[in-house]
C-alpha cells in the first residue's frame, strides 16, 4: 500500500510498505527530484526500513519461476543466510551524497556508511566512510572452508575517481578472522593507493604469532608492474596454529 504525491518533477513518497507473505517485507519513504537534464544536479532522500528477507522461501519461488541468473554455487551461499533483516538511508545531492546500510543475519551483522563531496565530480570527489563486520562468516560468502568467522572495523578516507589519479588510505582492526581452523586476533591492516602506487602494511599481534608485513606495487608507463615485499616473523607457534601437525 502506497501513498504518492507528484509535482514538478518531485516524487514524494510519503510510505509505502511492501511485502510478499513469507518472502519479504519493508516500509519505504523518501523524496526524489529528478532533473531530465543531467541526474548530477538531482536530489533525493529515500528511507527503507525494517528489512525482512526469508532467502531461503525467495529462493525457493525464485526456481519455480524456471528464471536463471544465479549460479549454483550463488545459490548455496543465499540458501545459507537463511534470513536477513536490515535498514538503509540514502541521501544524494548536486554537492553531497551519503549511504548507511545495516543488515544482520544469523550468519553475523554488518554496518557501512559512506560520505562524498562533489560526488558527481571524478576529480573534485573527496569521499570518508566505514565499515564494521561482526562474526560475519566470510568462508560461506566466498565458498572456502579456508575461512571462518570474522569480525574488523575500517575506516576509508580519499579524493579523486580518475584512475590514475586516486588518492585513498584505508585502516582497518581485525579483531579476529578464522583461517584453517585457527581464530587469528588483533590485526592492523593500513593501505594506501596514490595514483599509480599501491601499498600495504599488515601488523599480527596475536598471541601465537607475531609479524610485520609490507607490500608495495607500482604500475609504470607501458604497462610494467613492480612489486617490493618484506616480511618480518618476530614469533610464531606453528603448533598452536595449526601449522603443524601431531
Known amino acids: 500500500k502506497t501513498n504518492t504525491s507528484y509535482m514538478a518533477g518531485v516524487a514524494r513518497v510519503r510510505q509505502a510498505e511492501l511485502w510478499s507473505p513469507n518472502i519479504f517485507k519493508l516500509t519505504a519513504y523518501g523524496d526524489v527530484n529528478v532533473n531530465s537534464d543531467s541526474v548530477s544536479t538531482s536530489t533525493s532522500k529515500l528511507v527503507v526500513s525494517n528489512i525482512d528477507i526469508n532467502a ?4 525457493y519461488y525464485y526456481g519455480l519461476t524456471g528464471l536463471k541468473g544465479f549460479k549454483e554455487s ?19 545531492s548536486p554537492v553531497k551524497a551519503d549511504a548507511s546500510v545495516t543488515l544482520e543475519t544469523f550468519r553475523g551483522k554488518a554496518f557501512a556508511q559512506i560520505s562524498a563531496d562533489n560526488p558527481w565530480d571524478k576529480d ?22 579456508l575461512f571462518g ?13 580518475r584512475k590514475g589519479k586516486i588518492d585513498a588510505r584505508m585502516s582497518s582492526h581485525i579483531s579476529s578472522v578464522g583461517i584453517k581452523g585457527y581464530s587469528y586476533s588483533d590485526i592492523d591492516v593500513n593501505t594506501t593507493l596514490n595514483g599509480d602506487t599501491f601499498a600495504s602494511h599488515i601488523e599480527i599481534n596475536d598471541p601465537n604469532i607475531k609479524a610485520t608485513a609490507s607490500d608495495t606495487l607500482v604500475r609504470h608507463s607501458g604497462g610494467r608492474y613492480e612489486n617490493t ?4 616473523l618476530d614469533r610464531g607457534h606453528l603448533y598452536n596454529l595449526g601449522i603443524i601437525k601431531d
Do not use: C, F, P, W
Open 56 to 59: 531461503t522461501r525467495a529462493l
Open 74 to 92: 550463488d545459490i548455496k551461499k543465499l540458501n545459507a543466510l537463511s534470513h536477513i533483516t536490515g535498514n538503509a538511508v540514502v541521501n544524494t
Open 124 to 145: 573534485r570527489v573527496r569521499y570518508n566512510g566505514m565499515l564494521s563486520v561482526e562474526d560475519v562468516d566470510v568462508g560461506l560468502l566466498m565458498g572456502s572452508t
Open 149 to 161: 568467522k570474522l569480525s574488523m572495523y575500517s575506516q576509508l578516507e580519499g579524493k579523486g575517481r
Open 229 to 232: 615485499l618484506n616480511m618480518y
